[in-house]
């Protein structure tokens, strides 16, 4: 069976310090992985993801994340926060050749001025 | 381009009344889901449809069912709501993944916030 765990759900950091939000999960096939976050009374928005080749991938405003295979992990970091920030930020699976995403519960980043 | 618009935007049911969640996607796109988002929990598949024509369970699709009227539609059906349902609904589309280099990302709706009381 596959799972995706965000081990903190509330990550409070002050603005223009970096930050860490931890993904890992477990899976017995390659998968594809996601990163997508969530603003206030809103939908959810792809960050960035990774589907093969290069394990540090890049994303929009600012954010990237590394997969990691040998420790199942797909970590997404910023080097520098800001205020605009703040949101809930979500980890997502899929098996490939699978047609679920499977997502973690949730980080929840305060960006503190 | 909307991508994926999801109506009603907001609904308030009884106890054991029926409502249906629509929801359009206007990409083309073969796959459709439903995920319901409650806090602590992150999102949860309810169910997906593959392809026009298809349907398949997710991890609680129990209360719900759904209809893929067509390529652009998936709508989701509770018969007799209870407080348990009280959620925010999502309503997802990507990508068929068993097309040689299709796009994996899934596209989100706005949500659907319900209410049962």
């Known amino acids: 069976a596959q799972s995706v765990t965000q081990l903190d759900s509330q990550v409070p950091v002050f603005e223009e310090a970096p930050v860490e939000l931890r993904c890992n999960y477990s899976?017995?096939?390659?998968?594809?992985l996601f990163w997508y976050v969530q603003y206030p009374n809103q939908g959810l928005q792809l960050l960035l993801k990774?589907?093969?080749?290069?394990?540090l991938v890049k994303g929009i405003n600012g954010f990237e994340a590394e997969f990691n295979k040998s420790q199942t992990s797909f970590h997404l970091r910023k080097p520098s926060v800001h205020i605009s920030d703040t949101a809930e930020y979500f980890c997502?699976?899929?098996?490939?050749?699978?047609?679920?995403?499977?997502f973690g519960t949730g980080t929840r980043l305060t960006v503190i001025p | 381009n909307a991508g994926v618009t999801q109506t009603p935007k907001f609904q308030v049911l009884k106890t054991g009344q029926s409502m249906t969640l629509q929801c359009a996607q206007d990409?083309?796109?073969?796959?459709m889901y439903w995920y319901r988002q409650d806090p602590g929990m992150g999102l949860r598949l309810i169910y997906y449809s593959a392809s026009e024509g298809t349907t398949d369970k997710g991890e609680v699709p129990n209360g719900y069912n759904v209809s893929r009227l067509n390529k652009r539609e998936f709508s989701l059906r509770l018969e007799s709501a209870a407080p348990s349902q009280t959620s925010v609904y999502f309503c997802a589309s990507s990508e068929s993944p068993f097309v040689a280099g299709a796009n994996t990302e899934a596209f989100f709706g706005q949500g659907t916030r319900l209410t049962v009381v």
């Open positions: 990409m083309n796109h073969n796959s």
């Open positions: 990774y589907l093969s080749g290069s394990t």
């Open positions: 997502a699976v899929r098996l490939t050749g699978a047609n679920n995403l499977f």
């Open positions: 899976s017995s096939v390659s998968v594809y």
